[in-house]
């Protein structure tokens, strides 16, 4: 007796451990499925601009010349861009008095009221130090309970005593949600510019802004939900995230909502 029981023991402990095994078996062959579909798997949406025939052969495709980029020849001309709306920075130009003396006589030139004017489109970025000087005065009255100095207000700052001002972190933020760039060739750029900022400090500035910007994101949604057409899209991101009683990994959907003037997603 003290033999079955002994065998019905170690039957008990194959079938777990057994069970165990397969279970991590199907695991690893779920994420094995998983990383063949995405290797696999077209990379989006959209077909190549080489290849948009839809498998149907046209024989007069292969006579016709490719349409070269850019502006084409009998295309109009596009509008000359305007840039009214920067400001003017005047840069008087003159003559050495040797240059305006008549090169016979030496009798000099006489000024005149008009000037040739020409405009050309230039950027100036620089970092500078803004030094702030609060001033300080002294009361001249006798007024008892009174403090006997007074000194102007300090600025405000987006980060309460943070070393870097407003326009700093609009740079860097625009760089990051405008143009999509990491922070770090934002600092890279900005070293060029004889400005070096410590990359801790600037990752951690925008979780420190982030409670500022949220009254911003609230009416964004609010206007977005007032929108009488709205686009939509939606896709699946691959989480290899394992869940208790799943053999096939999680999909997270992250759905993209879009209007006229502005767009988020979740």
């Avoid at 990383?35 to 016709?64: C, G, N, V, W």
């Avoid at 050309?120 to 970025?125: A, D, K, N, P, S």
């Avoid at 060739?185 to 990359?199: F, G, K, R, V, W």
Wanted: hydrophobic share 35%; glycine share 4%.
């Amino acid at each position: 007796m003290a033999g079955v029981a002994e065998r019905e023991l170690i039957w008990a402990w194959l079938g777990r451990k057994n069970a165990k095994l397969q279970k991590e078996i199907d695991s690893f062959r779920a994420e094995n499925r998983q990383l063949k579909d995405r290797l696999l798997a077209a990379k989006s949406e959209k077909k190549p601009s080489k290849d948009r025939s839809h498998r149907l052969d046209d024989p007069k495709a292969a006579d016709t010349p490719r349409r070269p980029r850019g502006q084409q020849p009998d295309a109009p001309e596009p509008p000359r861009r305007d840039y009214w709306h920067l400001p003017v920075v005047e840069e008087p130009l003159e003559l050495p008095p040797d240059e305006t003396a008549c090169p016979k006589c030496g009798k000099p030139a006489a000024e005149m009221n008009q000037t040739e004017d020409s405009e050309v489109i230039e950027v100036e970025v620089r970092a500078y130090r803004r030094r702030v000087r609060r001033q300080r005065y002294r009361r001249t009255c006798d007024c008892p309970n009174e403090s006997q100095t007074l000194i102007a207000p300090a600025p405000a700052k987006l980060i309460p005593k943070g070393r870097y001002g407003i326009s700093v972190w609009v740079h860097l933020l625009l760089v990051k949600l405008a143009s999509h760039r990491a922070l770090g060739n934002a600092i890279e750029a900005l070293s060029h510019y004889d400005l070096d900022l410590p990359q801790g400090t600037i990752s951690d500035g925008p979780k420190r802004i982030s409670p500022l910007l949220e009254p911003v994101y609230e009416a964004i949604l609010a206007r977005n939900a007032q929108s009488f057409y709205r686009q939509a899209d939606q896709t699946r991101w691959s989480v290899f995230v394992e869940q208790e009683g799943k053999n096939r990994l999680p999909l997270v959907a992250l759905g993209v909502f879009r209007r006229r003037h502005d767009r988020f997603s979740h």
